[in-house]
């Protein structure tokens, strides 16, 4: 079992940025794909990016965010700058026991319990 947990949520104004941290135990996830998502109200979970020996990235927000580890702590980052009233949406950290780059949030195995993101305008 992983246990995911994320942080760094929070209240930011339009064009601000923010860093999301997801930490995980059980297990080390250096080999593991791992995801960020995000569901907006009323909408559906959305695929944000991923990384494995590659990173991918939704094309609403390429150029504005990026996907990091710190393998020493074990956590995978998502620093998300420039940010959008759109961006607004509770953020989700996932992870793959796999290390081809997974995208779809049915292909991943364990997730946190999400950190809420707010940009204001």
């Given at each position: 079992q992983v246990q995911l947990v994320e942080s760094g949520g929070g209240l930011v104004q339009a064009g601000g940025s923010l860093r999301l941290?997801?930490?995980?135990?059980?297990?080390?996830i250096r080999y593991y794909t791992m995801g960020w998502f995000r569901q907006a109200p009323g909408k559906e979970r959305e695929f944000v990016?991923?990384?494995a020996g590659s990173t991918?990235?939704?094309?609403?927000?390429?150029?504005r965010f990026t996907i990091s580890r710190d393998n020493a702590k074990n956590t995978v980052i998502l620093q998300m700058n420039s940010?959008?009233?759109?961006?607004?949406?509770?953020?989700?950290?996932a992870a793959k026991a796999s290390g081809i780059l997974r995208m779809t949030a049915g292909e991943f195995d364990w997730w946190g319990q999400g950190t809420q993101v707010t940009v204001s305008s």
């Open positions: 941290s997801c930490t995980a135990s059980g297990r080390i990016a991923a990384i991918s990235f939704a094309d609403s927000v390429k150029g940010l959008k009233p759109e961006d607004t949406a509770v953020y989700y950290c």
